[in-house]
């Protein structure tokens, strides 16, 4: 436990002679058992992932949590006041650790030391893992980091004292646990239909509606499937337009247009048109073979005319 500091406990409105402060207290019931409290804080002996590891540092001779009366971590959750949830909560782990969390006596205060515990962190929306531990226990302080440092972690506790000692034993608001009759327990989710995707959200609820009404629920609805048109005519089709041939298409196209060129160059220079090109292209065929019939050119002639031209102009 912390050394005991009386000015810590004075209560201001009787005030108390200077000389006096360090061996009389004048104070209320409430700051003193707070402050027993928040002095002897005795964590629950666990941790789920890298994040342990600081807190075993923070734990350890260095930093010494020991200073915070917090050293006795408890191996059992009935001897355990803070639940520090160090790591990564998967959807197979989410079930003992609520069911620790109710087995802690009140008052008792929850820790979200990490990115993870607090909100999934790099792992968020994974397949195996829960989206924060608030999910499914109340959380006092989160810690951010990945992971946190020990005096991140330091911070956090420390911060967890200042709520502890805000709270007053007048307001049963501040300390549920003593109010009417036993808290009760938080509900223990059942790994599978418990655990569920809340993007799913409208789909549970539209079901839990058809349930509500006796109506048949989680049935999927598979679409209707569209008629298909009988595909043999026009496989046969396909198959007498393209050539005997299993050739890529891309390929065939290329090698008749080069044909078709040769053909055109034969005709240019008075040849006839071989007859497989003529028939696939006639109109091609055509129009080379007038060609063919033009005159050839005559540089002498184009130049004694141009030079005509001028002379007249
Ligand atoms: S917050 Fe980072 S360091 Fe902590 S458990 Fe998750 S991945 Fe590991």
């Excluded at 075993?56 to 009366?69: E, M, P, V």
């Excluded at 009404?213 to 009988?230: D, F, H, I, N, S």
């Excluded at 595909?231 to 005997?244: D, G, M, R």
Aim: charged content about 20%; aromatic content about 6%; proline content about 9%.
């Amino acid at each position: 436990m912390a050394q005991l500091d009386l000015r810590e406990l004075h209560n201001t409105e009787f005030p108390i002679p200077n000389e006096m402060q360090g061996n009389v207290a004048i104070t209320s019931l409430s700051k003193i058992y707070n402050w027993s409290r928040r002095s002897a804080m005795w964590p629950l002996l666990f941790g789920l992932a890298c994040c342990a590891i600081e807190m075993i540092a923070t734990a350890a001779a260095r930093y010494d949590l020991s200073r915070f009366g917090m050293e006795v971590m408890r191996a059992s959750p009935r001897q355990s006041d803070l639940m520090i949830v160090s790591g990564t909560v998967t959807k197979k782990m989410v079930v003992p650790i609520v069911r620790l969390y109710n087995q802690m006596p009140e008052p008792k205060y929850v820790l979200a030391m990490g990115a993870c515990a607090s909100g999934g962190g790099p792992f968020k929306e994974g397949y195996n893992v829960v989206s924060g531990i608030d999910t499914y226990i109340p959380v006092d302080i989160y810690v951010p980091g990945c992971p946190p440092t020990p005096q991140a972690l330091l911070y956090g506790l420390i911060a967890l004292q200042k709520k502890i000692d805000g709270q007053s034993l007048a307001n049963l608001d501040d300390v549920p646990w003593y109010g009417v009759g036993p808290n009760e327990p938080t509900p223990i989710p059942i790994l599978g239909p418990d655990i569920i995707d809340p993007r799913q959200m409208d789909l549970i609820r539209h079901q839990a509606q058809l349930a509500a009404q006796g109506l048949p629920y989680g049935t999927r609805e598979v679409p209707a499937l569209k008629p298909v048109a009988p595909s043999v005519p026009k496989v046969a089709a396909k198959a007498q337009a393209a050539p005997a041939t299993d050739e890529d298409p891309a390929k065939a196209e290329r090698l008749k247009k080069r044909e078709e060129a040769l053909a055109r160059k034969r005709a240019a220079e008075g040849g006839a048109a071989p007859t497989a090109v003529a028939e696939a292209a006639p109109v091609v065929a055509t129009a080379t073979a007038s060609e063919g019939e033009k005159k050839k050119f005559d540089k002498q002639a184009m130049l004694e005319k141009i030079r005509q031209r001028k002379a007249g102009g």
